[in-house]
């Protein structure tokens, strides 16, 4: 069996659930979503003119879906993101190598990848390519041999999956049955003192509503330095925050190293910005962070996220992927490995739209009650046609 051909695409995000139309019996949405105009602390918040919205400085490069076929006509489907820079490290460079490889050969093809970006790097845009090619080779592997993704990864670990819930609708969250929610924070450093008072605030009226037996924690997407940290992690000590996520520029490890020492009874996350096993054993080796949170699409794909699994696995530490829960490839990811307990859902459909029709992955399932299982169809069971991705395709 022999790899024919590996092609990347420009395609409609998946996960971006367009607008949403009510069914026969639903009601149309109650509000607004969160996402719409929220302003969420970020890298860029020092600067006025960006401030406000992070998508005023967010590439405008589209998602990124990979295609690999075998001479049988098998095929697997792989996603990522970051548009037409991607697609040409996939179709240019990595795809072109790999044609003739044995494509049940994932271990040998990653390997492989990593290597041959070494010149300009695996990590960053590289590593996006190489996830779209590794998820579709695990792909096309569950399809060949006509079984989920989990199965083929040691089976399921659990009889369910728990799943917490991402975003700051959070009373429709509750209504959703989620038992563990994470908040975005609004405010950082350039706020001033005003900051703490207003992510105090939040805090405060989200541990009210969820109650004291729910846990609780903040995502703070890289907008911090230590200093303001290490100050909003003390006010925030009386809600029982479970922990605080990517406080820091991701690739300051002296920084994470400072917080880590300035905050020894705060749980600390992070690692959705971080590509490549190499940095997350870094990081356990210094246990500069309790647990780790890559992303499946990003970091190097499922054979980078066992890796880092059992990097954590072994260091005491635990994995959570980021928006884990979101997509099928992580979906079968989480619920086949030990080490990953739970599951992020990162909700951005407003208020009152089912759960369903937010993604436009036919066969994916979601949570219900704050739980999960996976597909049990073959490959990672997104249900996804040749025609359906022929349609999700954009120009370019």
């Known amino acids: 069996m022999k790899i024919v051909s590996i092609k990347a695409f420009n395609m409609t995000n998946p996960i971006a659930g367009g607008k949403y139309e009510p069914g026969p019996g639903e009601t149309a949405a109650r509000r607004d979503p969160w996402t719409k105009g929220a302003e969420v602390a970020n890298p860029m918040s020092r600067y006025p003119k960006y401030k406000a919205l992070r ?67 695996a990590a960053g845009l590289a590593s996006y390519a190489i996830s779209a090619i590794d998820l579709a080779l695990w792909d096309l592997k569950g399809r060949k041999l006509g079984m989920p993704v989990y199965e083929l990864a040691g089976g399921p670990a659990r009889e369910k999956q728990f799943c917490y819930s991402t975003g700051n609708d959070t009373d429709w969250f509750m209504e959703l049955g989620f038992q563990a929610t994470k908040l975005a924070c609004p405010y950082g450093p ?39 940290a290490v100050r909003l992690a003390h006010r925030l000590r009386p ?112 208020p009152g739209v089912p759960l369903e029709r937010t993604h436009r992955y036919p066969g994916m399932a979601v949570p219900k009650d704050g739980w999960c299982v996976p597909s049990d169809a073959p490959g990672f069971g997104h249900g996804l046609t040749l025609d359906a991705l022929e349609a999700l395709k954009l120009p370019g």
């Open 55 to 121: 998508a005023s400085w967010m590439s405008p490069w589209s998602a990124v879906g990979c295609i690999v076929t075998a001479d049988d006509g098998t095929w697997g489907f792989g996603l990522t993101g970051y548009g037409n820079p991607v697609i040409s490290i996939i179709n240019e460079h990595l795809g072109p190598l790999l044609e003739g490889e044995n494509p049940m050969a994932t271990d040998r093809i990653f390997d492989m990848m990593n290597r041959i970006a070494s010149p300009y790097s």
């Open 190 to 228: 350039t706020d001033g003192l005003a900051a703490l008072d207003g992510n105090e605030e939040l805090v405060a009226k989200t541990r009210e509503l969820i109650g004291p037996n729910k846990d609780l924690m903040l995502d703070c997407w890289m907008a911090f330095d230590v200093e303001f």
């Open 239 to 350: 809600y029982g925050l479970k922990w605080m996520e990517d406080c820091l520029i991701p690739e300051n490890m002296s920084a994470h190293r400072a917080l880590r020492e300035r905050l020894p009874w705060q749980t600390l996350s992070t690692g959705e910005h971080w590509y490549t096993p190499y940095p997350f054993f870094d990081a356990a080796r210094d246990r500069l962070v309790d647990i780790f949170q890559p992303d499946i699409n990003w970091v190097g794909g499922f054979t980078a996220c066992q890796r880092i699994a059992a990097i954590a696995d072994a260091a005491g530490l635990e994995t959570i992927l980021h928006a884990g829960m979101n997509t099928p490839f992580g979906q079968h990811f989480t619920y086949s490995n030990t080490n990953t307990r739970w599951g992020e859902f990162f909700v951005g459909g407003a």
